[in-house]
């Protein structure tokens, strides 16, 4: 990545040189299938019954929760609301109008099927406003599913005022979506009842990914058949990921406070060059992680300026990974509901390894060509 300028870290990290290690040193080590009864099968049993150890206690959970192991965020995702509503008749939902799209789909599809969808109400800031999401909240509620950061303007959710709402209804289930958040954001993970992390947005490796839930919720498996380390997912243990996600929370959890300060310099050195320039619109606030910074370069295609950069070995992009096709920011006319600022905008998504230069090189790229 010498050669490169890379500032899209939101939509996926390099893997670390030591996650990596782990990996191929665990692949040829660890030779058996973690189902197999003999000595290789139960050595790799038991990795796998230490990472879980590790990752919930790194966590701070007890051993009311468990991990199932996923291919990543948008499998846990559906899981946990697949795994949930398909148990259920009917209800109603609570989600906001921030969320991935490996959220919002499989809510359109319970919404065809007669649940009820709710969208909680934001601030200024684009944070959910706690009186009217607790004006939402009922009985009837079964399910809240919420990001604790956006991905495309980095706007972290009150979790905390979250969690406290929630718990005053037992029949509700709160989901968050940890994926922009682990790593970029100190928060407490007790008193969620189920939360989807992936390996590769926190510099692990790409296909691996988690939902950590309480015992006693009861999920509908959304694949069948074959024996592995939960009901809830089933298919031959990938022993060596699953132990490399392990080693990734680690990293990015016991480097945080090293990480954020560096990042939160870049971050501020960035912001503080953009508002120099003519014509921008800095979407990102102070209620978001400083790991993003969504600016809206006012007149100029969002997609034309991403490939425009890309000459320069620049590489940003306009929206979420999984959303990069679309002309408009999603999130971003949710909070300005202002469509030149939704289809003009840009997402530079920082890192620990971003360098000073680097910023000056792309502030220098869009001064020329903007």
Do not use: W
């Amino acid at each position: 990545m010498n050669d490169i300028i890379y500032l899209d870290y939101s939509a996926t990290t390099p893997v670390d040189k030591d996650v990596l290690d782990k990996y191929y040193n665990d692949n040829l080590k660890l030779l058996g299938n973690s189902n197999s009864i003999h000595k290789l099968g139960r050595e790799c049993n038991e990795s796998i019954e230490r990472t879980t150890g590790n990752i919930l206690l790194m966590f701070g959970l007890d051993n009311n929760y468990e991990v199932v192991y996923t291919s990543g965020a948008s499998e846990a995702n559906n899981l946990a609301i697949k795994g949930v509503l398909q148990r259920l008749e009917g209800g109603r939902i609570i989600t906001t109008s921030f969320e991935h799209s490996s959220v919002i789909a499989p809510l359109g599809s319970f919404q065809r099927k007669g649940f009820v969808v709710d969208i909680v109400d934001y601030d200024k800031n684009g944070q959910i406003d706690l009186k009217k999401f607790e004006e939402l909240m009922s009985d009837d509620v079964r399910l809240v599913t919420i990001s604790a950061v956006n991905s495309e303007i980095g706007i972290l959710q009150p979790l905390e005022d979250i969690k406290r709402i929630v718990k005053k209804y037992p029949n509700a289930y709160l989901h968050i979506d940890m994926t922009q958040c682990i790593g970029k954001a100190k928060v407490e993970f007790t008193d969620i009842d189920m939360f989807s992390v992936s390996a590769h947005k926190i510099y692990g490796l790409k296909g691996i990914g988690a939902l950590v839930k309480r015992k006693n919720i009861k999920l509908e498996s959304q694949i069948q058949g074959g024996k592995s380390t939960t009901k809830y997912r089933s298919g031959t243990p990938a022993h060596p990921l699953i132990i490399s996600l392990g080693h990734a929370i680690y990293k990015s959890m016991f480097h945080f406070n090293e990480n954020y300060r560096e990042v939160r310099k870049i971050h501020d050195y960035f912001v503080n060059k953009l508002k120099d320039m003519k014509n921008v619109k800095i979407n990102s606030n102070d209620k978001c992680i400083p790991h993003i910074v969504n600016v809206s370069f006012i007149g100029y295609n969002s997609k034309k300026l991403v490939l425009e950069l890309e000459k320069y070995n620049i590489y940003i992009s306009n929206h979420s990974a999984c959303s990069s096709e679309e002309e408009v920011s999603k999130g971003v006319y949710a909070l300005t509901g202002d469509l030149s600022l939704a289809t003009s905008s840009v997402r530079f998504s920082l890192s620990h390894l971003t360098k000073v230069e680097d910023i000056d090189k792309v502030c220098e790229v869009l001064e020329k060509i903007i």
